[in-house]
């Protein structure tokens, strides 16, 4: 073989090397963006859990006097029914 045809058989193979790492650089940059968004995800998750956490909290703080006794009372004997007390 000639200097002239290794030299352009080397220059294609680049070429081709260099294709290969754009399209390398293309996935990558594509995963990225599929983890950026399931970060998202997960973040706008936690977020809901904690709103239903608070609302959960606000709930049970209410103070409902002697209608929680009661209802405690009828829930421990196994009927959770209310009553018109």
Known sequence: MRTGSLVLMSVVEVDRM????RRLGDR???LGRHFD?????????????EGIARH????RAVDLGE???SLLERVE?????????
């Open 67 to 69: 209608a929680k006794v």
């Open 28 to 30: 990558v940059r594509n």
């Open 37 to 49: 968004q399931a970060r998202e995800d997960v973040d706008e998750i936690r977020k809901s859990t």
């Open 77 to 85: 004997q196994g009927s959770s029914q209310p009553t018109a007390d």
């Open 56 to 59: 959960g909290e606000k709930i």
């Open 18 to 21: 260099m294709d290969d790492v």
